[in-house]
């Protein structure tokens, strides 16, 4: 069993940053590949980017690469998102999520941990 808790949303300027991070707790963290989504009003939830146990595999969404980084720090069992140049389209609701593979995915129907959700508002 795993508790995902995510931090660091917030309001931003069109072009800003920000940094995510995904607290979890319980057991064999480094078991898990942990996986970022998001989901807009209105529109379905979408896999951004996801790594693996070990940290040694990413996937990224077309819609990431470039602009979000993905790491983790099995040491303080958390998962970072840094969220660069973003935009008004950025606006959503963002989750982490934990899947008990040794490669990670970004379909959604695959991680059975949640967290519940970090708000993001790019607006100037």
């Known amino acids: 069993q795993l508790q995902l808790v995510e931090s660091g949303g917030g309001l931003v300027q069109p072009g800003g940053s920000l940094r995510l991070s995904c607290q979890v707790s319980g057991n064999s963290f480094n078991r898990y590949s942990i996986a970022w989504f998001r989901q807009a009003p209105g529109k379905e939830r979408e896999g951004l980017v996801c790594?693996?146990?070990?940290?040694?595999?990413?996937e990224y969404s077309d819609y990431a690469k470039g602009r979000f980084t993905i790491s983790r720090d099995n040491a303080k069992n958390t998962v970072y998102l840094q969220l660069d140049y973003l935009s008004a389209e950025d606006t959503a609701i963002y989750f982490c999520?934990?899947?008990?593979?040794?490669?990670?995915?970004?379909?959604?129907?695959?991680?059975?941990?949640w967290g519940q959700g970090t708000q993001i508002t790019v607006s100037s």
């Open positions: 999520a934990a899947e008990d593979n040794y490669y990670c995915s970004l379909s959604a129907n695959r991680h059975v941990y």
């Open positions: 790594i693996s146990g070990v940290g040694r595999s990413t």
